[in-house]
């Protein structure tokens, strides 16, 4: 028996890898968190229990792994995303290792990589950024030190910035020194579900943009030089002039 913490990917379900949806048509016990995760995901499944964790808090979760794990039932335990960013898996998987439970961690698309496929964007450009920043905000639990936005806002890469929407204007407060406030700004709702939804814009104007769309959670905020880069150096990799083991130059 084992418990399979599968991301599920962003929202459509066609974003859900090979091995997420074998497993999902294959196990007999499946735990989905339904406020992230659409229904769609689990199509064609064969479980005998399919239970919707959105309203349950760890102690009921884990029993419910812990009653599988006697009859000896495989569970696909299906996150949005990726499990292992903003998953709440880490708990999950304390538990389990103390009650001596076998599971695995399945990846998944991030929000992130979802969203930048929306925007038709390279978060990552040649002399613009070369590093990726994903973070949240934090509110109701603290960031740990060195982990403020302000603090991460000094590096100037590309910023995917979860669960932060609703404390729009402090963000943009904080990343304005650094960023200054032509940097471009984007905040996509829902990337990748039927109802998906976005805004471009830059740092001086993206809360009055937010603020029409009335953008109030399950939106991520990504904020860099790559949503507008203008011209931008062409990459190693493709050059011509460039000799690697792949493509070796002649003597």
């Known amino acids: ?3 399979y913490f599968i991301g599920a990917g962003p929202g459509d379900p066609e ?8 497993l999902i048509h294959s196990c007999p016990v499946i735990l989905y968190a339904g406020s992230l995760v659409p229904e769609a995901v689990l199509q064609g499944h064969r479980a005998e229990q399919v239970i919707n964790t ?25 996150h949005s995303g990726d499990p292992s960013l903003y998953g709440a898996i880490g708990e999950q998987i304390r538990e389990l290792r103390r009650l001596g439970i076998p599971f695995e961690i399945v990846p998944g ?8 496929a929306l925007l ?10 070369q590093t990726v920043i994903l973070t949240r905000y934090g509110t109701t639990s603290p960031m740990p030190e060195g982990e403020q936005l302000h603090d991460l806002a000094r590096h100037r890469a590309t910023l995917a910035i979860h669960l932060g929407v609703r404390q729009l204007p402090a963000i943009v407060g904080e ?40 953008f109030r959670r399950t939106a991520l905020i990504l904020v860099g030089r ?5 011209a931008f150096a062409e990459s190693a990799l493709y050059d ?10 002649s003597d």
Request: include cysteine; proline fraction near 6%.
């Open 120 to 129: 038709e964007s390279e978060l990552t450009l040649p002399g613009i950024a």
């Open 175 to 214: 990343l304005l020194p650094h960023y200054g406030a032509d940097c471009p700004v984007a905040v996509i709702h829902r990337a990748s579900w039927p109802d998906q939804d976005w805004v471009l814009g830059t740092l001086s104007d993206i809360e009055e943009k937010v603020a029409a769309k009335d």
């Open 109 to 116: 698309v991030t929000a992130a990589a979802a969203c930048a």
């Open 240 to 249: 011509a002039a460039h000799r690697h083991l792949y493509r070796p130059g």
């Open 1 to 3: 028996m084992t418990v």
């Open 15 to 22: 974003l859900i890898t090979v091995k997420g949806q074998r």
């Open 54 to 78: 959105a309203e349950l808090h760890l102690g009921e979760i884990v029993e419910l792994l812990r009653l599988a794990h006697e009859r000896g039932q495989d569970v696909a335990r299906v």
């Open 226 to 230: 790559v949503l507008d880069p203008g």
